[in-house]
């Protein structure tokens, strides 16, 4: 997978198209990922003895396909490659060329 957690990601499908938002958590099994102010959801909460009922609204998860890495650099959105340097993996801006972490 791609995108790791606090990545900036830019929504390229769906109701939240064109939005920008950091990766808060990311589930390679599944391939998704959760994104800020993304995809929010409502969650009715039932009223317990301690705690009122309210509604809460929480980010809910998004394919990994539906968000592009956004290159603050470059200030666009990127693909995302790998080069190997001195043995380690290393993730490559396919825009700038430049080395992301």
């Known amino acids: ?15 939240d198209k064109g939005k920008k938002g950091r990766v808060l958590r990311a589930f390679p099994k599944t391939n998704t990922v ?6 929010v959801q409502t969650k009715h909460q039932k009223q317990t003895r301690t705690a009122p009922a309210e509604i809460k609204h929480q980010e809910g998860p998004i394919h990994v396909s539906n968000v ?21 993996k290393k993730r490559v801006s396919k825009k700038t060329g430049q080395v992301i972490d």
């Not at 997978?1 to 109701?15: A, C, E, P, Q, S």
């Not at 959760?34 to 995809?39: A, F, K, P, S």
């Not at 592009?68 to 380690?88: F, L, Q, S, W």
């Open 68 to 88: 592009m890495y956004y290159d603050n650099k470059a200030k666009a959105p990127t693909r995302i490659g790998y080069k190997v340097e001195n043995g380690h």
């Open 34 to 39: 959760i994104v800020e102010g993304v995809n």
């Open 1 to 15: 997978m791609h995108i790791k957690k606090n990545d900036t990601v830019l929504v390229i499908t769906g109701k």
